[in-house]
């Protein structure tokens, strides 16, 4: 009897051993002195900033993403096992296909069963302030103040970046991926093709009737030799990244970048769809219509249509809108991108020059609501405030280090012909890099001395060849030439004004829109029905609309 009371004693004893070794060995993987307890009843406890793990215990992190991968990817994804490692967290992500986050937010905050965390998500400025003033997105100010050691250095190296994400109540309820890229800011191109123009004795256009005539000459005398009259002057495509063909062509007339059609004067805002000059543009347009020198399916093909017509094995196209131009030509055989070239801006009739830009922040990707926690909210700060280091941000996109990127070395330079700080292998664009990277989701900050600091290769073919070649195109054709003042896309509003902005603007753009491709392609002609049109859009209570705009410019323009 004893003996076997001795024997379970000794059994029990073994386990209460195992289970304080396994306790000690949890308190010092988490940094613990001795003394400290782990306080399960309570809620973590959220380490100064730089500390890591960042908690006494780990913590889990419900989060949105936008992403085409599937749970069971993220989850066991390099990136994401880095992340958790390093910060001392687990995700439970709850996944929206990138194509229709929006729609999937929107419904999440219609029912009330959102997330704690918005990690990769798409929150207008109106949403941040509506959400925001409801208390279901969280200020982050004090936020930041206490753990965005990281964030508060950006702020005060940009502090055109702290002003522009703030809401008019001087709260910042979401913070947007920062992603200073050069070509991205002016990608509202033309390119042409180099070897049509040389082998037809062409200069490169610089005016409207300029492109006229190349255009023409590209119809009528049989650049790609096939003694067929089988090419297409000018293509794009709709709803992709700036493929549509008006962004462009109606810019030598008015400033036009076939988003909000607002042009800036003198400080006041302006409707470009009503006036004289839009007018020209859309008799311009409809005269190379009418000729045949735009393709007759650029109003309703999509990307793919467009990659499609390219991939003949005749090349038959002569010059395409698309933000870059390996968008067209990407996966085809012995790929013809470097047949072409940026056009620079054209010139109209009266003078006027402009290119398209777009050098504000895009939508927001993180945010804390009213679900989370107190240890949950400050958690999630301290890993957007990681995320947007240098070294989560080159990790996020690139990888590990040493596997497609390394740290620069003697004899490579950079975009400026500085020591290059960093190296991309030429193969990272041909690899499975699925399970290593997040490809930018989340939120990270590229600013251009990031982007700018890689190696520069010498050869055009690879990723990072055409990173250098577009950067020279846009310095050389594009850079300033957008008007002094544009109407900016990060823009907030009050609450009232958001929402009856909102409510004006679908039926606008849509009107306008419709009525652009109307008189581009002979439906309705600009001597007969351009007042018809003026005043259905003016019965849309464009008017109001602008003053809104207006009233959201002036306030935006005080605080910056």
Known sequence: MNRGRTIVFIAIAAVIVTLIGIAAWRWGAWGLSDGQSLNRGAEPVIREPGEFPIADRRVELEVLVGSDLAK?????????????????????????????????EDLLFASGDYPPIILSGSLTTDEQVRYGQRGIL??????????????KDIFSSNPAFRQSIAAPDGNIYALPSVN????????????????????????????????????????????????????IPLSGAMNSWHTGITGFLMSPFIYNTDTDYFYIENGRVGMAAIQPQWR?????????????????DVFTQSLDG?????????????AVTSGHIRMVFDGIAGSR????????PLIGPSGYTAAGYFGSY????????????????AAAIRLADFLMTEEATIRNEWGPENKWWRKGEPGEYDEHGKPAKYWLDPEFSKSSTQNAI????????????????????????????YEHRLYVETLQKYADKQPREVYPSYIFMDTAAAEEAARLKAPINDYIRRNLVQFITGVKDTAADWEDYVNGLKQLKLDRYVEIHQHAYDTYKQQH
């Open 180 to 231: 200073e890229c050069f070509h991205c800011w002016y990608a509202q191109k033309l390119w042409i093709n180099r070897t049509w123009l040389n082998k037809l004795g062409l200069k490169m256009p610089e005016t409207t009737e300029e492109l006229y005539e190349v255009l023409r000459a590209f119809k009528m005398e049989d650049p790609n030799g096939n003694g067929l009259q089988d090419e």
């Open 72 to 104: 069971e990817e993220l989850d066991t994804n390099q990136f994401t096992a880095y992340i958790e490692q390093k910060l001392g967290i687990a995700l439970k992500f709850v996944i929206a296909k990138s194509g229709e986050l929006d729609e999937t």
């Open 138 to 151: 969280l200020p982050l100010n004090g936020l930041i103040d206490r753990y965005g050691d990281r964030l």
């Open 362 to 377: 895009d939508r927001a990707a993180f945010a804390v609501t009213d679900k989370a926690t107190a240890a949950e909210a």
């Open 306 to 318: 467009l990659m499609e017509t390219a991939s003949r094995q005749e090349n038959v196209l002569g």
């Open 438 to 465: 997040w490809a930018q989701m989340g939120v990270l900050y590229r600013d251009r001395n990031l982007r700018e600091s890689w190696a520069v290769s010498e050869d055009p073919d690879s990723f990072i060849g």
């Open 337 to 344: 991108d470097g047949e072409y070239e940026a056009v620079p």
């Open 280 to 296: 020209e543009g859309l008799e311009y347009m409809s005269k190379l219509f009418r000729e045949g020198l735009i393709d007759p």
